[in-house]
């Protein structure tokens, strides 16, 4: 565990400092029932989905909409406050880690459903909503959101927002990026302004989607909504190894079948998962596939047979077809515990989350067996096959001298693995805190000041989620029109350097 | 015709001034055959393919590379010389209008196929490569090159970037943003950078795509290719009305149903198509609608059956469908050519581009049909009704007196409909030089400084094609942190607003 940043250097929030006259700002703001000062009630908020990292923040706040918001940030601005927004606290990235001495801002109060327009298909939410939520509104009338995290139950929309979150059937359906119309944010400075995909104009939204909170805070949120499929057919596939598994991956998404999902599990995670929750996959798998098909009925019967044949010449000794709702949702019990499951059989973990290219995937799952060896570290792979997206279980006892920093170790090396191979080091739980580090091994220093440029014209001050995506906080007089003496107020002898 | 900008200050290429050097490095750069000084050949270059904007560019050059082009944009900074990129020159909306005082980078040696991979389903090209021709290299494999804009036998791949570009089938498979996975661009300082989707950070390509070359110029392009679909449907249905045809699309689209392309035109764009291409429609509709389904032959069977039902019971008298390739051509025909035909009817006429709800078609139709009598100005209405996106043509005569404004005023009301229905004044010919004034009546000045913000980070001296998009051309230096006295460099002390 990394306790990340220092206490707050001015005593906190009853201290003599810019925290104590910001807590005194948010409670005129919001009522004092809203502003969390009690430091046993600041723990509950020290980490999200990645534990490893943990800071108390220094203040909590509790807003009810998006002028509340602007005001909290305007005021940070005002006392120099950094700031960090928090949804449900799902995140696997640190994305959400708070500052000892900074505001948390959490949006759990934000929980309204504002319209729904099932003629132009979209829904207004505000960031608080649940992802499952925004389904369960449309369901009955034949509509769904598509993205799907594993932690959809209690992930919100606006963290899905931050994170750029994706999910299983992200292969056929794409990622929330994909799936979110416009944005009301507040941006670091404090202003309310409307991104919209359609409007004319630059598409920030698109960089905004995915920026993990340097870039302003969602306060609402238009999502399209997506018509429920007419039929699904999912089928799960056992393999004797993972490079049978690859090869009839290779085979469907060259035949020009795009499944809904396509997941695939190893021997280990396999293991794990009959640990855990009793899944009953076929004995004997070094590998499964899970494969979902949906769409129109004849289409998916089409595609059904074409999947079978692909699966049993490459290999599947056994092919299962859910014939209701029950065995499909066994089918995907064994998948979506696998994470959980790996408790079972180790007493620690590290989820690791990163891309290569589809083609590349043989090669990679071979490199990281051999680093297993290597390390004497058990790594369970879980991944989302379709799209080259690996999530290595990197399994190690945290009672045992060293293991931690071994598995750590591993699963760095699984991160160059990726970028070698022309890969990502991250698909879809961002970098967070947790791999700010790793960004200089995947972009070059120009590529970084691109992306800083943005972020300083956003926040030149650095105060809106700082210390996270970026491996070195630069201060934005740096950025590169400035260093290189073209920005106009450096030509004009109207500033320096500093 | 307006003449934009004024002559070159300097005396152009031949003067004394900063353009005159430029042209002199540009010679050390690219060698004297790729630098064009000429008057007559500048002249060829004075618009793109909205004829009402003309300048004759300070300079025209022809590069190879990226880096080439990196060196030239180093040069215009270092002389303070805008520029201003151009693929074929097709847009519909000024964005590649040269300045008299600059230089226009054209990227017609730049079409080589860099690589195709059809494992992982991309090519990558040069900018100048045309739309039509990626889809050429890859179709006898059974792949293309989705976004099919009309003019995508010539228009160029880096002016699909720059624009956004869309055309009919971007109802079912979205834009060139959805169909671009990476871009390596230089930016307005001359940095050589990669943008790619897939990447960790910010997903700035999102906002490159469509930033119509103020954010820097594509040096090349990593496209998706798609599978060529099983099997195509193509029909045509003629109703006794628009109201009707409407009322079709609803049912269509409310039924789940995806089109590859609904495509609508009212009885004077089915007039205008008869005069010129002899298309053929059913005599007597009042609109027609042409409809495109694709996908495995099953499905497309099962749609069209719904189709099918779905306009007959909104009042369809004739129905009829492509029997192969020909038929298909045949129906495609009197769209296609709907724009340039609209030459038989009428000696002139503005090509609209504005979106609306789906949900709004009826209402802003009959508002159309009311400004049309209002100003006994003839509008033809041509448009991809799946997706809200209207190109209402405005006929005009241009030797009567008043009537080039007239027009001009009603295709600037059409706009105003689309913005009070809650749509957008470019659906995807972009906003250019012609629609920058109406940019204040979508968006509140915070919405536009935000945008700025990021034009600012990219282009803080303003030369990267300076005058589009953006209403004012507002000085970097008035950005809203530095404004709001915010920006480290003013709090600091070390730096004063100019």
């Given amino acids: 565990m990394s306790e ?12 003599p400092g810019p925290l104590a006259r910001l807590t005194a700002r948010c409670r005129e703001i919001l009522g004092p029932d809203a502003v969390i000062t009690d430091p046993v009630r600041l723990r509950t908020y020290e980490c999200d989905g990645l534990t490893y990292h943990r800071a108390t923040p220094g203040l909590v706040v509790l807003p009810e909409s998006a002028e509340q918001i602007a005001a909290i940030v305007r005021a940070c601005n005002e006392y120099g406050v950094p700031f960090v927004a928090r949804g449900s606290g799902t995140g696997l990235s640190g994305g959400a880690l708070p500052r000892s001495d900074g505001v948390l801002i959490v949006t759990s109060r934000m929980r309204r459903i504002l319209s729904i327009d099932l003629a132009s298909r979209r829904a207004v939410v505000e960031p608080g909503v649940t992802n499952l939520a925004i389904t369960e509104a449309v369901r009955d009338r034949g509509f769904y959101y598509a993205p799907d995290p594993s932690s959809q139950q209690v992930c919100s929309i606006g963290g899905n927002v931050a994170e750029n979150s994706g999910g299983a059937h992200c ?27 359609m409007d004319a104009g630059y598409d920030l939204l698109g960089a905004f989607v995915g920026s993990e909170g340097t870039l302003g805070i969602a306060t609402k949120i238009t999502v399209r909504l997506s018509v429920t499929p007419e ?6 596939a056992a393999f004797p190894d993972v490079e049978s598994g690859g090869r009839a991956v290779s085979a469907i998404i060259g035949a020009g079948v795009v499944p809904a999902a396509i997941e695939m599990m190893d021997a280990l ?4 998962a009959e640990a855990a929750v009793a899944c009953g996959y076929p004995p004997g798998a070094g590998a499964v596939l899970v494969v979902e098909l949906d769409g129109p009925l004849a289409a998916v019967e089409q595609e059904y047979a074409q999947v079978e044949r692909l699966c049993r010449e490459n290999g599947a000794f056994e092919l299962r077809v859910a014939k209701d709702a029950d065995e499909r949702a066994a089918i995907w019990k064994g998948r ?7 408790g079972r059989i180790s007493p620690a973990y590290i989820v690791q989350d990163g891309v290569v290219p589809r083609t590349a995937l043989p090669g990679v799952l071979a490199a990281i067996d051999e680093l ?17 997206n690996l999530h290595p279980l990197v399994l190690f006892d945290d009672e045992e001298e060293g293991a931690g920093e071994r598995a750590a170790e591993v699963s760095g090396r699984i991160l160059d693995l990726c ?10 739980h961002g970098v967070g805190v947790d791999k700010a580090r790793y960004m200089t091994r995947m972009f070059s220093d120009q590529d970084l000041d691109t992306m800083q440029l943005v972020r300083c014209a956003f926040d030149p001050r650095n105060l809106s989620n700082p210390g996270k995506v970026f491996p070195t906080p630069r201060l934005c007089g740096e950025a590169p029109g400035v260093r290189k003496g073209v920005h106009p107020l450096v030509e004009a002898g109207k500033a320096e350097l500093f």
Avoid: M, Q, W
């Fill in 4 to 15: 990340t940043f220092v206490a707050a250097p001015d005593g906190g929030p009853d201290g």
């Fill in 171 to 197: 292969l056929k359906y794409g990622f929330t990026v994909n799936h979110v119309e416009a944005c009301e944010i507040v941006t670091p400075d404090g202003d309310i302004v409307e991104l919209d995909r």
């Fill in 231 to 236: 039929a699904v057919c999912t089928l799960l």
């Fill in 269 to 272: 995670a396999i293991e794990a």
């Fill in 336 to 342: 979506k515990s696998a994470f959980a499951a790996v």
């Fill in 372 to 388: 297993s060896r290597e390390y004497g570290i058990r790594v369970a792979n879980v991944f989302h096959a379709g799209d080259g």
């Fill in 419 to 428: 970028i070698r191979h022309g890969g990502s080091i991250t698909g879809e």
